[in-house]
């Protein structure tokens, strides 16, 4: 009798656990919004529709997607707008990789003006991702390679691993266009997000590594300090890194891997807690949906869609 109530016990315990995995399980990825031309850099509005960059040659666009994904408008057309970020007025801030390599300010009617292009007179090379900060000021990665370098006759480099890249990340005041440096050296630096802390994150995308920066008495240090990594294997013999990343609610960051179709999610302390699969081997960005909806939208390139996906917390909500 003793030994039925344990194997009974053992099998409600057996039943318990299953079900928590199946309800932290995550479902496959739902298509929101569609036609779009090797898109980034997803931006959630106040009134719940979405920006996103579209980088391909034949668009070069920001674009508005409406709150329930059906439809799409050009707001302009840059070159090839990069990595997006939107502040408290609602003027849309636009990393623009190539024509000219700059920062952008955008206005939701289309009006466009070159804000930056240059730190202390050296030309920005391929500004790449934007995250606003707690002290109100505008972060940027610099990748540290001129685009038509990386990629020429509309290829990628084979030796693209061994090119010399300077990846930089920056801080702006918007207000007065004063620039800072706060890092350089990085292998192609790449997404850019603040944590819960206020702890500024920036990737690397040809190492994989993820970086951080501690703040302190009012502002972003400079020291560098490794926080963790997108790989627990063999990388792919194709492109591939970690791209745009936010923070979860709960403290866990969610990172895109390009070239490997998932986004990968690390712990607090760094070390990592999962892969999410992706629809396609091309994801570049992503954003949490509105408060209190654990799900999060992924751009990806190859099949040319934003994505939604859930998962088991609600986003950080960013500064603007």
């Known amino acids: 009798m003793k030994k039925a109530v344990v194997f009974l016990c053992a099998i409600i315990l057996l039943a318990a656990v299953s079900g928590c995995e199946?309800?932290?399980?995550?479902?496959e990825p739902v298509v929101f919004a569609e036609n779009l031309n090797e898109p980034e850099a997803p931006v959630l509005l106040p009134d719940g529709s979405w920006l996103v960059v579209e980088m391909g040659p034949e668009k070069g666009s920001i674009?508005?997607?409406?709150?329930?994904?059906?439809?799409?408008?050009?707001?302009?057309?840059?070159?090839?707008?990069?990595?997006?970020?939107?502040?408290?007025?609602g003027v849309i801030w636009v990393a623009e990789s190539i024509n000219p390599p700059s920062l952008l300010k955008v206005t939701m009617d289309g009006d466009v003006e070159v804000?930056?292009?240059?730190?202390?007179?050296?030309?920005?090379?391929?500004?790449?991702?934007?995250?606003?900060?707690?002290?109100?000021?505008?972060?940027?990665?610099?990748?540290?390679?001129?685009f038509n370098d990386l990629v020429r006759g509309g290829k990628l480099r084979s030796d693209y691993m061994d090119i010399d890249t300077d990846g930089s990340v920056f801080r702006i005041?918007?207000?007065?266009?004063?620039?800072?440096?706060?890092?350089?050296?990085?292998?192609?630096?790449?997404?850019?997000?603040?944590?819960?802390?206020?702890?500024?994150?920036?990737?690397?995308?040809?190492?994989?590594k993820v970086y951080r920066y501690r703040w302190a008495d009012g502002k972003v240090k400079a020291e560098?300090?490794?926080?963790?990594?997108v790989f627990d294997g063999e990388r792919p013999m194709v492109f591939n890194g970690p791209d745009g990343m936010k923070f979860g609610k709960?403290?866990?960051?969610?990172?895109?891997?390009?070239?490997?179709?998932?986004?990968?999610?690390?712990?607090?302390?760094?070390?990592?807690?999962?892969h999410i699969p992706t629809q396609g081997s091309k994801p570049t960005n992503i954003a949490f949906g509105p408060a209190g909806e654990k799900k999060i939208y992924v751009t990806e390139d190859e099949t040319g869609v934003l994505q939604a996906i859930d998962v088991d917390t609600s986003g950080l909500q960013l500064y603007r």
């Open 22 to 27: 199946q309800k932290s399980a995550t479902k």
């Open 63 to 89: 674009t508005h997607i409406s709150a329930d994904g059906k439809s799409q408008r050009i707001i302009a057309k840059t070159g090839r707008p990069n990595g997006l970020a939107v502040d408290k007025q």
């Open 115 to 146: 804000f930056l292009k240059e730190y202390r007179g050296a030309p920005f090379l391929f500004p790449n991702d934007l995250a606003f900060g707690p002290d109100g000021a505008l972060y940027m990665t610099d990748s540290g390679v001129g």
């Open 173 to 208: 005041e918007v207000n007065t266009k004063t620039i800072e440096k706060i890092d350089s050296g990085l292998k192609f630096a790449n997404g850019i997000a603040f944590g819960p802390d206020n702890t500024l994150y920036v990737d690397e995308m040809f190492t994989g």
């Open 224 to 229: 560098r300090e490794f926080f963790g990594s």
């Open 250 to 274: 709960d403290g866990t960051l969610y990172i895109t891997v390009y070239g490997q179709g998932r986004v990968t999610v690390l712990k607090n302390d760094g070390s990592m807690l999962r």
